[in-house]
């Protein structure tokens, strides 16, 4: 029998797990997704004051669909014998999907490191909740004013005192001029203090020491600077981009048997940009290098990635969140009406359970437009 390999069990990974099942309709094709844990973990909800909230149990999206999950770490692709090794074990593959995402980018060599907090995994997550949690009037550091940072900071607001430090000049660097204005005015709002310039050089404990040499007040200092994909790239690839991305055609194929989705992916999104490390890029990756990986083995024809519209809501906690269209990020909704279609948004990014029929539909509709919802407006259909 036929066998897909999918690695990864983030949003890339179920997805492509959901895309090779309805590629596979009635064939007879084994599809096994190996992941360590039995969840899916929604990662852009983190910030959130209660992450456990953010999981989904993989068993309720994979078992409707008749995918086997192997709980395992994958240490080895075997491009050539067209094998993975999963904790020690080798398993054999007809067409493989790498989909094992990305990860925070640690400092070294920084003192007091093991100090640092993070939000880019749960028990990240939970570990910085937990070490706050019931206590007031706190003191944060959150280092790295980009997009997670910028969620970070805001939530922390909530309960205690905030200082945003970043080596640019500007916050939200990334995010372009566009959303800054409204950015910085919800900053004020919130009262989170800015350092920019600067960095961490040093933690402590109840400290942290700053790249200008001030020392300042911290309970937690959080890290939420850079991001590379998954180690297991190197084994795809000689030619990563900076992110550590494989390199994929139109059809997310990187080698004959190998097709790679998600963070770990450098698939172009037009003429001019590549995809982003995000779930609203990973989710229609997913879907498509899935169901390619399945229709290569069955000779059903294959499917374009093509995207939907590029997006970013981001949530600015008590301030509201801000909603803007295109990779010049036209700012679209602030304040309010932001807050409105960031929360709907991460309604819709968790996926359908329990039922085959929803969730084979929801991997066969590739082109979503996230919408653009006025405060009275209804919700257009799930961006699942």
């Known amino acids: 029998m036929a066998h897909v390999v999918i690695i990864g069990g983030g949003f890339a990974g179920v997805w492509s797990a959901a895309g090779a099942a309805l590629a596979r309709g009635e064939a007879d094709l084994r599809i096994t997704l190996i992941a360590p844990n039995e969840h899916l973990v929604l990662r852009p909800r983190l910030y959130e004051p209660e992450p456990d909230l953010a999981t989904v149990e993989l068993g309720r999206i994979l078992g409707p669909i008749g995918v086997e999950h192997l709980r395992a770490w994958v240490s080895t692709i075997d491009t050539d014998r067209r094998v993975v090794v999963a904790d020690g074990e080798e398993i054999g593959y007809d067409r493989l999907v790498l989909a094992a995402g990305s990860k925070l980018v640690r400092p070294r060599g920084l003192p007091g490191a093991e100090r640092l907090f993070d939000i880019d995994t749960l028990d990240g997550a939970r570990r910085l909740t937990d070490s706050l949690r019931d206590r007031e009037d706190y003191?944060?550091?959150?280092?790295?004013?980009?997009?997670?940072?910028?969620?970070?900071?805001t939530a922390l607001a909530a309960r205690g005192r905030v200082l945003l430090v970043d080596r640019s000049q500007v916050v939200g660097a990334r995010l372009g001029p566009e959303?800054?204005?409204?950015?910085?005015?919800?900053?004020?709002e919130l009262g989170i203090e800015r350092r920019l310039g600067t960095t961490v050089t040093e933690v402590g404990d109840g400290y942290a020491v700053l790249s200008d040499g001030a020392r300042?007040?911290?309970?937690?200092v959080v890290w939420s600077v850079g991001m590379r994909a998954s180690e297991l790239t190197r084994q795809i690839s000689d030619e990563l981009d900076h992110l550590g991305r494989v390199p994929v055609d139109k059809r997310?194929?990187?080698?004959?048997?190998?097709f790679v989705a998600g963070d770990a992916a450098m698939a172009a999104f037009d003429?001019?940009?590549?995809?982003?490390?995000?779930?609203?890029?990973?989710?229609?990756?997913?879907?498509v290098a899935g169901y390619n990986a399945v229709a290569d083995l069955l000779d059903v024809p294959p499917r374009d990635f093509t995207p939907g519209p590029y997006v970013t809501c981001l949530d600015l906690g008590a301030a509201g969140g801000i909603f803007t269209r295109g990779w010049d990020r036209r700012v679209?909704?602030?304040?309010?009406?932001?807050a409105i279609i960031k929360k709907r948004i991460n309604q819709q990014i968790h996926p359908p359970v329990d039922d085959a029929s929803k969730i084979l539909a929801a991997a066969?509709?590739?082109?979503?437009?996230?919408?653009?919802?006025?405060?009275?407006?209804?919700p257009a259909a799930p961006a699942a």
């Open 139 to 153: 003191s944060a550091v959150v280092v790295g004013a980009g997009f997670t940072g910028l969620e970070a900071a």
């Open 332 to 338: 679209m909704a602030s304040g309010a009406d932001g």
């Open 216 to 220: 300042v007040e911290a309970d937690a």
């Open 364 to 378: 066969d509709r590739v082109y979503i437009e996230l919408p653009f919802l006025p405060r009275d407006e209804e």
């Open 179 to 188: 959303p800054r204005k409204e950015i910085e005015a919800a900053l004020d």
């Open 271 to 287: 003429d001019e940009h590549t995809v982003m490390q995000a779930c609203q890029h990973a989710t229609p990756l997913g879907k």
């Open 252 to 258: 997310l194929r990187a080698l004959p048997e190998v």
